[in-house]
């Protein structure tokens, strides 16, 4: 039960927004391509998850990844980790309020703006009300976006597939990085997974790395599926499928509040819990920030959805994960094998955060 209920919650948690960017990054980049990074940055996920479930594991007292960093890597790291964790998290919420409208219209046609506000309000109660993590809750919508997912892969007419869609384009070559990067993100599920196993030590770890394994599949038979149903692939997925019936449409936009809700009140959490323990902020600041950050950006003109995925997977993401990796080094003894694979990890973390910065002011 423990390996099955890490897997689920791992699942769960890194179901989310990215997901609707698959299609079109596949159509862009050509399928042969973005198969080549789900498979290596799914590896590439699986090890450094593991290697910080290890650390966690190493500790006494709870600590999230801003803590870690100051206590492994020194005051100067912590100054840039701030800015790159909490930006990159907050980022992920905006992107989530960027799509719970159209979501939210598909379902009950008239809403516009005020299904983004519905949304916000709804999934702010749980870090309003200092909740812990809705474990169960979490569970719950994971296994309804999967029975979603297999429904709209079954149902698919195939009416030309991936047919006419490139194996690889040389000239999208770093498109899929930031898309598929955020899609496969779930640190954030590692300490809960610990903690709600009570540490269970490797069975947790080895149920969180077939979660993320799980989630790689269900990518794969999502894009499968929306691509045997549409020829109109749009950014978010959602807007190009006026041709499905209303049911279907539906269908795919209550996936789409499972996939945000799953993983909009975790992620809350996470930064709300960093600035509690970790910079001893006041709960109710660390809360104010959580709830109206994020919608003051998406109001303020942050709302092209593609691009500020791309921001925040290939520039704020990468980066987390070389915080990972660096404070894992640290914290643990590892074998010749794993610095040699942390060390690739942190190389092309960076060079991907690099080119997204380019690609993103150019």
């Known amino acids: 039960m423990s390996f099955l209920r890490s897997a689920g919650l791992m699942a769960a948690t890194t179901l989310g927004a990215g997901m609707f960017a698959l299609p079109f990054v596949t159509r862009e980049a050509g ?4 198969l080549a990074y789900l498979a ?8 450094a998850h593991d290697l910080f479930a290890k650390t966690l594991e190493k500790l006494t007292s709870r600590h999230q990844l801003l803590g870690l960093t100051k206590r492994y890597l020194g005051a ?70 999967i029975l979603i997912i297999f429904i709209i892969f079954l149902s698919g ?51 969180a790395a077939l979660g993320t394994a799980l989630v790689s599949v269900l990518y794969i038979l999502f894009v499968v599926g929306i691509f045997n149903s549409s020829a109109d692939i749009v950014p978010d997925t959602l807007s190009g499928l006026s041709a499905w019936p209303y049911w279907k449409t539906s269908l795919l936009a209550w996936l789409g509040l499972f996939a945000l809700l799953t993983s909009y009140v975790p992620i809350g959490l996470e930064v709300r819990n960093s600035l509690v323990r970790d910079l001893d902020w006041p709960k109710a600041s660390a809360a104010a ?33 070389v915080f990972i990796v660096l404070v894992s080094k640290k914290a643990l003894a590892l074998t010749p094998w794993e610095r040699l694979l942390s060390a690739a990890l942190i190389g092309l973390f960076f060079a991907a955060a690099a080119y997204e910065v380019f690609y993103f002011i150019r």
């Open 157 to 207: 007419r195939a009416s030309g597939g991936l047919e006419g869609i490139s194996f690889v384009r040389l000239d999208q070559f770093f498109l899929p990085f930031g898309p598929i990067i955020f899609s496969l993100a779930g640190w954030t599920a590692i300490e809960p997974i610990l903690e709600s196993q009570k540490r269970a030590g490797t069975a947790a770890r080895v149920g």
């Open 40 to 47: 290596a940055l799914s590896i590439a996920v699986l090890f």
């Open 31 to 34: 399928w042969g391509l973005s």
């Open 289 to 321: 920030l959580v709830l109206f950050l994020p919608p003051l950006l998406y109001f303020l003109g942050l709302q092209n959805f593609l691009a500020v995925l791309g921001l925040a997977g290939g520039v704020f993401l990468s980066l987390q994960y």
């Open 76 to 145: 100067a790291a912590f100054r840039a980790a701030f800015f790159v964790i909490l930006g990159g998290l907050v980022l992920a919420l905006v992107i989530y309020l960027i799509l719970a409208g159209p979501f939210i219209e598909a379902i009950f046609p008239g809403m516009g703006r005020a299904g983004t506000v519905l949304f916000w309000f709804a999934s702010s109660l749980p870090i309003f009300l200092e909740l812990r993590r809705l474990v169960g809750a979490e569970l719950l919508g994971g296994a309804l976006m």
